[in-house]
């Protein structure tokens, strides 16, 4: 069974605040991926990875960052956390071995900036 | 780069109807398509996915359909139970292999039982 799994269920963090969202998965997938979700916009690309030290911008980069340093983990980074970034955000996996575009979800971690 | 517009945003139906829930998208190179069904408080999962090879896909209740021409797609799902309530996302991808998909903005779907 693949897992992704989110540190961090819930977060409560203040403005100007640095805040890092950790995802790890344990199949030794190649793709990860960071998605943001709010209600009415769906799930919005933020950053994404191929492999080990590769990123990629997604669709809503702005005011992130990623580092994937080792193969199973992806984190995400909010170098100066604003209001306008409190959201549930998820992270994703999979692997062209077995079908590249099946995104397996972790649990989400939803954070509050106040 | 693509854009994947989703109708209706909420949709509600009684137990035993069909539901219908349509995409289109904009980059006419997307050829993976697939659906995400998310319960509440859950992670979304797969549930269906059609590539552009195919016109019709499906999985006892649950189809796809595609219409490459138009660039639309859609799920159609029969004889709704109270579990089919959740949100659900259309997804388009335009390469294979890379995982990078293009969400749309999601249908909450109610069934009244």
């Known amino acids: 069974d693949v897992k992704v799994t989110q540190s961090s269920r819930y977060l409560v963090k203040r403005t100007g605040e640095k805040v890092f969202l950790e995802c790890v998965q344990d199949?030794?997938?190649?793709?990860m991926f960071w998605y943001r979700q709010d209600p009415g916009l769906g799930l919005r690309l933020i950053y994404f990875?191929?492999?080990?030290?590769?990123?990629e911008k997604g669709d809503i980069p702005e005011g992130y960052s990623v580092s994937r340093e080792k193969k199973e983990r992806f984190s995400l980074i909010l170098e100066s956390a604003s209001t306008n970034q409190t959201s549930m955000y998820l992270c994703?996996?999979?692997?062209?071995?077995?079908?590249?575009?099946?995104?397996?979800f972790g649990a989400g971690s939803r954070l509050t900036v106040l | 780069g693509e854009n994947v517009e989703q109708h209706p945003s909420t949709l509600s139906v009684q137990e035993g109807d069909s539901a219908v829930i349509k995409c289109t998208y904009s980059?006419?190179?997307?050829?993976?398509f697939p659906w995400y069904k998310q319960e509440l408080g859950k992670r979304p999962q797969l549930i269906i996915d059609?590539?552009?090879?195919?016109g019709e896909k499906k999985d006892q209740r649950i189809a796809v359909t595609l219409n490459k021409t138009a660039k639309h797609f859609s799920l159609h799902i029969t004889e709704t139970q109270p579990e089919d309530s959740a949100v659900y996302f259309c997804a388009a991808s335009k390469v294979l292999g890379t995982g990078k998909l293009i969400f749309g903005q999601g249908t909450t779907l109610q069934v009244k039982p």
């Open positions: 980059d006419s190179a997307s050829n993976y």
């Open positions: 059609i590539r552009s090879n195919v």
């Open positions: 199949m030794d997938h190649e793709n």
């Open positions: 994703a996996s999979s692997s062209p071995r077995s079908g590249a575009n099946v995104l397996t």
């Open positions: 990875s191929y492999d080990v030290k590769m990123k």
